[in-house]
């Protein structure tokens, strides 16, 4: 049984090819926009992917990359970073606090601050494990109840909390945009919101408008089935 047939994938996918490619297209959006080059950070999404789709990404010098799930990660990256360690791995997915501990140890970045209660568990943890994980908040830009995230009006309150209060370092700021929607009204919000806060960190847009994010601020990018193509069937 070959590695693709293992992850359900076509044999025609390259995800450093595709990397490649995603880079050029985000350098092209800049020089549209008239932005500088080299700002925008692409978080390589290898959720549900398993190590060898990922070493071909690794071995291009790529070293960002995001994972929704705690106990997943922990699954693969431990022996990926051992051999990489310089790789920076994100959370990019809900934390329940229950996980908090496992998160701490394995994960660089959180980007899914959502919620006080997890904060307060972070800083927390970071003392137990003298350790300091850059964080974002995700904010609930659409304000949809299904949603996790901070509601825009309550974006400046909880990041001074988190500051004031918890001694966090709140690097930047992080959205999910309705499926529905035009992103880029989501996406300068968040801008937006940023300059209010004091952070210079968006992380916003994905795989279908990742362009758009970049024109309007975004300093990373998760970019996931453009890279490793469709996640594999269960």
Known sequence: MTIDDQNNLPDDINPAENLAAITDDIS?????????QNHVTI????????????????ETGHRVFGENRVQEAQAKWPS?????PDTELRLIGPLQTNKVKEAVALFDVIESVDRIKLAKALAKEFEKQDKRLKLFVQVNTGEEEQKSGIAP???????????????????GLMCIPPAADDPAPHFALLAKLAKDCG?????????GDYSIAAQLGA????????????????
């Open 28 to 36: 092209a959006a800049l020089r549209e926009a008239g932005k500088e």
């Open 43 to 58: 978080v390589a999404v290898s959720k549900q992917h398993e190590a060898a789709r990922i070493l071909p990404v690794l």
């Open 80 to 84: 990926l970073i051992e051999k990489y």
């Open 153 to 171: 009006n309550d974006v400046v309150t909880f990041v001074d909390e988190c500051r004031d209060q918890l001694g966090l370092t709140i690097e």
């Open 199 to 207: 952070v210079s960190a968006l992380s916003m847009g994905m795989s």
């Open 219 to 234: 300093t990373h990018v998760r970019v996931g089935s453009a890279i490793f193509g469709p996640r594999p069937a269960k």
